[in-house]
């Protein structure tokens, strides 16, 4: 069987399957509800597909194409509903009816002669013949899809959830498959030279990406996976290109098609040199996306690696605030260390206010050593043992944007750093919450260090002090 | 867009559910650190006030346990010079507002709201009432910006109807009567503008008396098909509602019914009575009435479940402290005896107590005896998993008929049995009085059908026996009847409140309490039933 037939039955079968596993999750809200009526539609589109290319007659195909087209609509139609449950965008009143009366007017005259007219035979199989209301309906369903981007676009503006809009962003990446696959398909129905298949493939990447958003799953984040993606990429093309350009080269040296061994040694010289070559790719590529915040970067990883002086604590919280708030670009970094339980500034850049302290029974600091990872301000309107902050602590923490706690192996936790709003007024990606993250559990045994030695030596000073008293007064 | 309608733009169910119902989940260890940390900021925000320094007689304490062993349990009568002419220099920080309660020989008691107190005390509460009074299961969230809510509440400044003014303002909320109209209408002018604007538009939640509800419901049953027509029934909206109404009655042959004219996601209710109207009210509306306990000082303070049954205190807005019912007679008995208190992780199921609250967010109420009884059902509810004490309100502390000193019946419990025994009542009155030496307990009740008085206090000295375990033991030890019945002629109560209304009396006063009326209002309720 040929890939031209498969592909829908492939696509076909995924998108049962994915159906089934968005049923196992589902819970009943009306993303799910939505979501669902998409996935059936495609499984149908799927499968009637792979009837139409398997019948054996033009008038077998006819039968399955009907389908075919009411799917396309009906899941054109459905992702749209979707879209606004996803975006949480309430919809006029009459647009969710308007919708389903266009989706059922259109199965009706899908049965007439107006949309198809018959099928044809062309060199890969079948195609339809188009009824004069043929192009009106694939653009409505066209423009279903484009209404939902512009819902999907708004949601995602609207969204000051970093994760959220990386959800938005794999379904945008499923609708640009289903689109470009789509557009293979439709060029093929009216005559350019191109196998139809582009549409089953845009389809099963376009299911993929959209349940994997419905059922939320924590993403990876989509800039990472395009920045390593393209890192790849270009040590890819630079292995490969000089790899075949020797080997076609060195073909003649043994008299017609190089040895096994010859390609075996090339493969090992290549992927000797390939690491190197990769990193240097890597970094290549961070600089085209971090621009001016890259040096920092590096220069904070360096610092974080490195072992320090930990007998001056105010250096190096210095050192460190200052780095941080370059690497990340924010408008303020505070680094508070624990003192008798409470928690105070030690460091502090950006201009906040250093004079801040938070005092050990603070709900934030008990939630922060109950709990792993690092904070976002709009989670103090959700935790309900944050919602009990006071409008004087409140107040305090106002221009704080992310709190990334210090902990020590133990998980004790022994400081604090305070974010500020980044200077770019976007929200901190999944990236420099990682970063932070690293930061601060590298620096926490070191920051805990040079607190403990300030002590000890204050002590020391003082118990010195007592010394040189008792001396004066005893000859 | 308002604040809290842009969580609904950009949130999901799950985590409006966790801002506004959160704390149902918390642990009793969760719900005392945070008890803990407001009660100390607290104490550092007040410790400098003039108020502050009166209440705790210039000290400052530095632990929960020395502020419960250094401050006295107060009364509304330790604050009154302050608040009473709205002394904000007093005070520990300006008040976003002032609001009014009913206070005692119809002077009002004002109580400052601080920003955060009002932010979470009526909005924050106000929404999670709403979300769970429509939700069937944990996680459910049924309420939407622009919902529609027929509401019969008193006016500003009441703290109800503040409340609900002061939500309006954050969240999208249609009221019916509009907010900006109903502070100059009767509550029947309430009533019925409501109704009207909710035949027309249909109402996501209902939010009145269970009283107000059982009568309209009574009301529909009587008049069901010889139902008069207006005017403003011609609306087809409202046409249409009837005969979609009319044809779901006829279906089930039974008269039209409240519940055939609107499909509320929510009936939210107020007053002691809710629980013993439950089942009537299910029948009228066609929903568990869901209850909320709420008092100016505080706010809406504790909520039931979405399974609607104990309700839950909130951890942030007042500190809770409990004094036992032994404790609680010992200083009824004698005034000046200062009773221990227990805290919210000491309380025990099944057993009564005096409610003393502490305000957080730097409003003025330090020990504070608000006068309620409340009864903790259980430690945390199996069928929903909260893991915190579960209150029922039991009534007010002056409310409660002390019988033979074995016997106490609070308000509910006389209201129950009345209800299962089957009469059909205007309204009633109850208090303990001497007869011939002899302590007795006197229901004046205003019966709606003709009934034989000795009959009517034999149904209901058995229900009392069937409800009230030590009143079953008091009549069988000692071989008593204590109770006594008074009927009363038919429109005595309506005198009642048109006298009252006449003399231009506060909400509170326009109807007699019923327990322990004073011996003025029995007096004017006699003299009222020889008029009619």
């Known amino acids: 069987m040929s890939l031209y037939l498969t592909l829908p039955l492939v696509g076909g079968i995924i998108s049962l399957g994915l159906t089934c596993l968005l049923l196992k999750g589902a819970r009943r809200s009306p993303v799910h509800q939505t979501g669902l009526g998409f996935l059936y539609f495609m499984t149908l589109y799927g499968f009637a597909l792979f009837g139409m290319r398997n019948s054996p007659d033009l008038a077998q195909a006819l039968i399955w ?240 690696q490195e072992t320090h002086d930990i007998s001056d604590l105010k250096q190096l919280g210095s050192s460190l605030v200052n780095l941080i708030r370059r690497a990340l670009q924010t408008s303020s970094v505070r680094l508070l260390l624990s003192e008798a339980g409470d928690f105070t500034v030690i460091s502090s850049t950006g201009g906040e206010a250093a004079q801040l302290t938070l005092k050990s029974h603070s709900p934030l600091l008990r939630w922060l050593q109950s709990n792993k990872g690092l904070l976002h301000r709009q989670e103090l309107d959700f935790i309900p043992q944050l919602q009990s902050l006071t409008a004087r602590e409140r107040n305090e923490l106002e221009n704080v944007e992310v709190f990334v706690p210090l902990k020590t192996k133990k998980d004790e936790l022994v400081g604090l750093l305070l974010l500020g709003e980044k200077r770019s007024q976007q929200p901190y990606s999944e990236e420099d919450n990682r970063l932070v993250l690293t930061v601060a559990s590298r620096m926490a045994i070191e920051l805990e260090n040079a607190y403990l030695y300030e002590l000890e030596k204050d002590e020391r000073t003082r118990l010195e002090a007592l010394h040189e008293q008792r001396n004066e007064f005893i000859p | 867009m308002l604040s809290e309608d842009k969580f609904f733009q950009s949130e999901d169910m799950g985590r409006i559910w966790q801002r506004y119902c959160g704390f149902l989940d918390l642990s009793l260890k969760e719900f005392m650190e945070i008890q ?338 409340v009864r903790f059902a259980s430690i945390g509810d199996e069928e929903t998993g909260i893991t915190l004490p579960q209150m029922i309100f039991a009534g007010r502390a002056n409310d409660i008929i002390d019988v033979y000193g074995i016997a106490r019946l609070d308000e509910k419990t006389v209201w129950q049995a009345i209800v299962n025994a089957g009469i059909d009542y205007e309204d009633w009155a109850m208090r303990k009085e001497i007869e011939k030496g002899e302590p007795v307990i006197r229901l004046y009740i205003e019966p709606k059908q003709e009934v034989e008085p000795e009959q009517l206090r034999h149904r209901l000295h058995e229900e009392l026996k069937s409800i009230e375990r030590f009143y079953l033991e008091m009549t069988t030890d000692l071989k008593v009847n204590p109770l006594r019945v008074k009927v009363l002629p038919r429109g005595t109560f309506q005198r009642y409140l048109a006298t009252k209304a006449q003399e231009k009396a506060m909400l509170a006063q326009l109807k007699p309490s019923h327990m322990n009326a004073s011996d003025e209002v029995i007096n004017m309720l006699l003299q009222l039933s020889k008029e009619v």
């Open chain 2, 36 to 373: 803990q940390h407001l009660l100390l900021e607290q104490i550092d925000l007040v410790a400098d006030s003039p108020l502050g320094r009166k209440i705790m007689d210039n000290r400052k304490p530095k632990t929960v346990e020395e502020f419960r062993r250094l401050v006295p349990l107060t009364t509304y009568e330790d604050y009154a010079p302050y608040l009473a002419d709205k002394k904000e220099d007093a005070l520990a920080i300006k008040p976003y507002s002032w609001i009014h309660t009913s206070g005692r020989g119809g002077n009002p008691k004002w109580v400052p709201m601080s920003e955060r107190a009002a932010e979470l005390g009526w909005r924050r509460n106000s929404m999670a009432f709403m979300i769970l009074s429509a939700a069937s299961r944990k996680g459910e969230v049924r309420l939407q910006p622009g919902a529609r809510m027929v509401v019969h509440a008193p006016p500003r400044p009441y703290g109800s109807a503040q409340g609900i003014y002061d939500l309006t303002e954050y969240f999208t909320l249609r009221t019916m009567p509009p907010v900006s109209e109903s502070d100059n209408m009767t509550f029947p002018e309430k009533i019925e503008k409501s109704f009207m604007m909710a035949m027309r538009g249909g109402t996501d939640f209902i939010c009145s008396t269970s009283a107000v509800l059982v009568r309209m419901g009574e009301g529909f049953s009587q008049r069901s098909g010889t139902m008069k027509f207006s005017l403003s029934m011609l609306h087809p909206a409202v046409l249409f509602r009837f005969a979609r109404a009319w044809l779901l009655s006829k279906r089930e042959k039974r008269p039209m019914l409240p519940k055939d004219l609107w499909s509320a996601k929510g009936i939210l209710c107020w007053g002691t009575d809710t629980s013993i109207y439950k089942d009537k009210i299910i029948h009228y509306w066609g929903k568990t009435p869901y209850e909320f306990y709420v008092f100016s000082e505080g706010g809406v303070v504790a909520i039931q479940s979405w399974n609607k049954k104990g309700m839950t205190f909130c951890p942030d807005l007042v500190f809770l402290e409990f004094v036992p019912e032994e404790e609680w007679l010992k200083s009824r008995a004698d005034e000046e005896y200062q009773p221990s208190t227990v805290l919210f992780d000491e309380v025990e199921a099944g057993k009564l107590y005096e409610l003393v609250i502490t305000s957080l967010h730097g409003m003025p109420f330090l020990r504070y005896r608000i006068g309620d009884l």
């Open chain 1, 65 to 304: 194409e009907r389908p075919v087209l009411i799917a396309t609509s009906a899941l054109s139609v459905f992702f749209y509903h979707f879209s606004f449950h996803f975006s949480r965008i309430k919809p006029r009143r009459w647009v969710i009816p308007t919708i389903y009366l266009f989706l059922a007017v259109f199965t009706i005259l899908t049965y007439t002669s107006l949309v198809v007219s018959g099928m044809d035979r062309d060199v890969y199989g079948y195609v339809p013949i188009p009824g004069p209301f043929f192009p009106l309906t694939v653009s409505g369903s066209y423009l279903f899809i484009i209404l939902s981007v512009v819902n999907l676009v708004k949601g995602c503006k609207a969204s000051q959830v970093y994760e959220e809009r990386n959800h938005y962003l794999y379904i945008a990446l499923g609708i640009s498959f289903n689109i470009l696959g789509a557009l293979f398909d439709i060029v093929s129905i009216f005559g350019v030279p191109i196998a139809p298949g582009g549409g089953s493939i845009g389809n099963i990447a376009f299911c993929i990406f959209t349940v994997v958003a419905i059922l939320r799953y924590h993403l990876l984040d989509i800039r990472i996976v395009v920045r390593k993606g393209t890192a790849y990429l270009l040590t890819s093309a630079i292995v490969a290109v000089p790899y075949v350009a020797v080997i076609l080269l060195s073909n003649p040296l043994f008299g017609g098609i190089a040895p096994l061994w010859a390609y075996l040694l090339l493969l090992v010289l290549f992927a000797l040199g390939l690491q190197p070559l990769w990193s240097r790719m890597q970094r290549l590529v961070d600089r085209w996306f971090y621009r001016e915040r890259y040096d920092f970067l590096r220069e904070l990883d360096y610092f974080t």
